[in-house]
């Protein structure tokens, strides 16, 4: 297949993962890439996205660049540019009904950087898969949506197969078998046991976190929806026989998962 060379004002949906990154190969030269730092991502995301940009940067003869957002939301009167830091000022953790993680750090900060751009073009990662699917992003008038994986009819095995070639898959680890931040509620509990298996020093900041949530209020409160709180993972997981097979096994440990839309993988 070839790559894409217009030189149009184009942007592409960056979230780090299979179909955005292959959008950056195909269709990246003369583009640019959005992202935007929810300041809850996961150490190896941050790795990841210097990671492609320096990567597409050589293979677009240095003819592509990601850029970086930061949202901007205001809490209680006081303006924040983390997802961790609007948490604990609301006391107010998101939720499959009140997802303003995606829609506070992600979409607005986006449609607001696009609304400035002039006449443009947004490209959104969903493959020939997900036709049934729809974006979870703002419509801003100024700017046209495209979907050029399902233009080229290309699926997500398509796409795995593209990264492979590039050596560009992600191949995240354990705990984030479909992206999204450190401490989303969407984790399961097999994803939090993997974080303390691999990635102990971050899991203790995702407990400090919880406790830090937890503090003044009547009721105990547990990021995962299983109701368990990191503690007490933490204290189940201390107590395993055989901690070196687990620990390889999660090592050695994949999933399919899906994922919400554009600008977050879940």
């Known amino acids: ?27 990246g030269k003369g583009a640019k890439a959005i992202w935007c730092d929810t300041g809850a ?23 592509f660049e990601i850029i970086r957002l930061k949202p901007k939301v205001k809490a209680k009167g006081n303006w924040v540019d983390n997802l961790f830091d609007a948490v604990l000022t609301w006391r107010f953790m998101p939720s499959p009904d009140k997802r303003y993680c995606t829609g506070k750090f992600k979409i607005e900060p986006i449609d607001n950087f696009l609304s400035q751009q002039g ?25 046209k949506y495209s979907y050029p994986l399902q233009e080229q009819l290309l699926s997500r095995a398509d796409c795995e197969d593209i990264l492979k070639v590039y050596n560009l898959h992600p191949n995240f680890p354990a705990y984030m078998l479909r992206g999204g931040c450190s401490m989303c509620f969407y984790k399961s509990e097999k994803e939090y046991k993997a974080l303390w298996y691999l990635n ?14 937890q503090a003044n ?5 547990a990021i995962m929806t299983s109701g368990k709180t990191l503690t007490q993972l933490s204290d189940e997981c201390k107590q395993e026989m055989f901690q070196d097979d687990i620990l390889e096994a999660y090592k050695e440990y994949k999933k399919e998962g899906k994922s919400c839309g554009a600008f977050c993988r879940r």
Do not use: P
């Not at 102990?200 to 949530?213: A, P, S, T």
């Not at 209020?217 to 409160?221: A, G, H, L, S, W």
């Open 41 to 63: 991502e996961h150490e190896e995301m941050y790795a990841r996205i210097d990671f492609v940009e320096a990567k597409l940067k050589e293979l677009h003869g240095d003819d």
């Open 119 to 143: 006449e443009c073009e947004l490209m959104i990662g969903l493959n020939a898969d997900e036709k049934s699917r729809e974006g979870n992003w703002g419509l801003q008038s100024n700017v």
């Open 217 to 221: 209020r009547k009721r105990t409160y």
């Open 200 to 213: 102990r020093k971050e899991f203790e900041k995702i407990i400090e976190f919880e406790k830090n949530y």
């Open 1 to 27: 297949m070839k790559l894409n060379t217009n030189n149009t004002k184009r942007f592409i949906s960056f979230s780090g993962g299979v179909e955005s990154t292959t959008m950056c190969i195909l269709f």
